[in-house]
């Protein structure tokens, strides 16, 4: 184990260094000047990549009727921006592989002026042109990237991505996954304009630990990023200067008296971060998120997490989620469950949902997609994991509602494997001191009928221990889990961050009938049984809240390429079991309030 420990800290080490040296991520891109380049896109859909030798990227017209030019954007069919390519074309529901985008737009850059090329996310693979140049590449599917364009604007410009969702065994994630592999621009892409000295990015929160004292820091990239950084919180009237280091950095570390943000009480406060001539304003809570032994606590107080589980999949319509809608919809079902905790499963969703927890008052699980089986050994599948928690990281540092960073999802046991998310979990401490590293653990052994352990050594680099437990379902019967005694190896908080069994609404019968609500609403009881017998649980997220897209789920008639572990059906209809958990929950907030009065 010790060598283990050390070559962790050891890759840890070796990716800053790369970090460091990674072009500019513009934090709250909707903060500055931006033109939205959402709406009708052309597309191509290319299924052997033909493109790359027919250069499409150069957007070419034919000059000649003699001349061969084999593509034709403008006369090609369209797709909108943002959105995934499957479920807005029949004949793309399980197209995997290149499709190129182009539009084109008109701006003229003024004088002093920096412009980006901004990306919420393309899933999975993304090369981007513009105005017939390369601009580079992006890889991961569910964070965000940008690009200069200075010098390539010209009053009207082309920009052409191909966007490629083949799913690679190097891959974060890899072959397999229990959700669809939507595919496109997912989300918004915007071009944003700042002063040639500007923020990039700035990171304004509580100190680990302690609910009078903000620590800070401001990163400004330009020709003139010396002399000071401010930030400012007009309303508790407070303004702090720092100097800027060579490297365009000030720290800042100041007492400041602020209503604590918790889900009862979101509170945010206008932000106002000023340096080199720029200013980006942003609505930021305050809060304290730490462990004590087996307790979670906010803001120094014992929080018990009553949460369930998503996928950004859209209501309705289904396809990734991107809308305010969307997100709201999602959002204020949990709230409606009685949940103060949402674990957002297994990628990182977009800004808007995590700045809509926020203002409702919802806590957060983050997780990167190290989902299943990946690559342990191979040190780019590493980078890549990487590269995605800093992406994720850099964006949403700043929001209260985010509580526990999660490295992965039900990996299976080795030691390249543990090396691999203990070298995550170090590098998003580095990142980021002040919030809580988990991840969703399901290798569990069974010492008896009736006894579980969870002693997956990844526990030793984890502040919570998420347990993935399918008593009732994948195994035994919902009744098992009444006696059914837990044990862990590691004394520290746990999240049963996965539970539930499957039903298709509407579909009745008794409650040992698979997939009727009957069965189970009957597994959620015995659950809620077995949980209450667990003296280290501090939360849980029930898999799952609305019944979402897979290409696993093959069962006619009742799945047809859909995970129905929905507490609502992807129609928005509940089940019985949501009305059973809504009681639950709303029992924890009397006994809560109980001992709280206590
Ligand atoms: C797993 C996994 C989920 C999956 C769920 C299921 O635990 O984490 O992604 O959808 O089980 O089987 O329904």
Partial sequence: MKGAVLAVLLLSTLCVHAQENSSTLIANVDGRTIISLDGTWNTIVDPYETGLNLRVYEDAKPKSSSDLIEYDFERSPKLHVPGDWNTQR??????????????????????????????????????????????????GGFTPFDFEVNDLVDGENSVVVEVNNTRRLDGVPSLNTDWWNYGGLTRSVKLVEVPETFTDNYFVQLAKGRTDQIEAWVHVTGPAHEGEATIEIPEIHLKQSARLDDSGRASFQFPAHVQLWSPENPKLYKVVISAGGDSVTDEIGFRTIETRGTQILLN??????????????????????????????????????????????????????????????????????????????????????????????????????????????????????????????????????TRLIGSAMSHIDRTSAESRVLSDPLGQFLDVLGLNEYIGWYEGKPEDADHMQWQFAYLKPVIVSEFGGGAQYNRHGDTQTRFTEEYQANLYEHQFTMLGHIPQLAGMSPWVLMDFRSPRRLLPGIQDYYNRKGLISDQGQRKQAFYVLQKFYAEKVKEGSAVAIK
């Avoid at 009685?338 to 997780?367: I, T």
């Avoid at 890549?384 to 509580?403: C, F, G, Y």
Wanted: net charge negative.
């Fill in 90 to 139: 029949e004949s793309l529901l399980f197209y995997e592989g290149p499709v190129w985008y182009q539009r084109d737009f008109s701006y003229q850059k003024r004088p002093h002026t920096r412009a980006f090329l901004y990306f919420g996310a393309a899933n999975y693979q993304a090369r981007v042109w513009f105005n017939g140049q390369k601009l580079g590449e992006h890889v």
């Fill in 300 to 433: 120094g107080k014992p929080i018990f997490l009553r949460g369930v589980s998503m996928h950004e999949e859209a209501p309705f319509r289904s396809g990734r989620a991107f809308s305010e809608e969307d997100d709201r919809t999602l959002l204020t079902w949990a709230k409606e469950l009685g949940c103060n905790f949402v674990r957002m499963a297994h990628y990182p969703y977009n800004e808007e949902m995590v700045r809509l927890a926020d203002k409702m008052g919802l806590l957060l699980w983050e997780e990167i997609p190290v989902y299943w089986d990946i690559q342990w050994q191979n040190p780019a599948t590493l980078e890549n994991a990487k590269s995605q928690l800093r992406e994720v990281i850099s964006r949403d540092h700043n929001r209260a509602a985010i509580a526990i960073w999660s490295m992965s999802n039900e990996t299976p046991i080795s030691p390249e494997r543990t090396q691999f998310i203990g070298a995550l979990a170090a590098y998003a401490r580095q990142l980021d001191p």
